[in-house]
T-cell receptor, first 116, second 111 residues
Framework: DAGVIQSPRHEVTEMGQEVTLRCKPISGHDYLFWYRQTMMRGLELLIYFNNNVPIDDSGMPEDRFSAKMPNASFSTLKIQPSEPRDSAVYFC??????????????FGPGTRLLVL | GQNIDQPTEMTATEGAIVQINCTYQTSGFNGLFWYQQHAGEAPTFLSYNVLDGLEEKGRFSSFLSRSKGYSYLLLKELQMKDSASYLCAVRDMGSNYQLIWGAGTKLIIKP
């Protein structure tokens, strides 16, 4: 299995620009998670989906952030407009539904975002 | 409230044993995960505990005491490649069964 795939791996953009991050979860997984990681705040859950349906977006920092999952094999996280404080590593993770260790989350390689 | 505490940093010697502790407070415990994260890489799954006791996987073992809200990760025969951050995460029924993450413990291995 290819694991969770994210693109781009690195993104440098200027303040005010739109940024779109992409994720392909592991085939057959039921859950998809978007996280943000910084030195100051650690790993933060932004939003997660169950069978393509957003379940909890309470971690999305503000209206500038939006996420979609149009089908079981693709999700996007969009920031519009981007700000320097959005600079972080954004991880996508996926897991099965089934309780216990079955719901172990597997992470993609991350997108390192720098907003100038 | 929900809280997970881990030491920020630990140092150990190659070939030795190290124990990384994690204490937690959640409204509804439903399992604890340990992840390893090398610098610049993604977290990778190490172990899962839901019942009290010790789970062993090769050089790594993880222990859980639900009554004490306590877990530890034990790494034996340390190798230089074990230098990484170790993240403790608890599944919390009060948070819709999602993971509450600790800040991680940076482990430095010296020769």
């Amino acid at each position: 299995d290819a694991g969770v795939i994210q693109s781009p791996r690195h993104e440098v953009t200027e303040m005010g620009q739109e940024v779109t991050l992409r994720c392909k979860p592991i085939s057959g997984h039921d859950y998809l998670f978007w996280y943000r990681q910084t030195m100051m705040r650690g790993l933060e859950l932004l939003i997660y989906f169950n069978n393509n349906v957003p379940i909890d977006d309470s971690g999305m920092p503000e209206d500038r952030f939006s996420a979609k999952m149009p089908n079981a094999s693709f999700s996007t996280l969009k920031i519009q407009p981007s700000e320097p404080r959005d600079s972080a590593v954004y991880f996508c993770a996926s897991s099965l539904l089934g309780g216990g260790e079955q719901e172990t989350q597997y992470f993609g390689p991350g997108t390192r975002l720098l907003v100038l | 409230g929900q809280n997970i505490d881990q030491p920020t940093e630990m140092t150990a010697t190659e070939g030795a044993i190290v124990q990384i502790n994690c204490t937690y407070q959640t409204s509804g415990f439903n399992g604890l995960f340990w992840y390893q994260q090398h610098a610049g890489e993604a977290p990778t799954f190490l172990s899962y505990n839901v019942l009290d006791g010790l789970e062993e996987k090769g050089r790594f073992s993880s222990f859980l005491s639900r009554s004490k809200g306590y877990s530890y990760l034990l790494l034996k025969e340390l190798q230089m490649k074990d230098s990484a951050s170790y993240l403790c995460a608890v599944r919390d029924m009060g948070s819709n069964y999602q993971l509450i993450w600790g800040a991680g413990t940076k482990l430095i291995i010296k020769p």
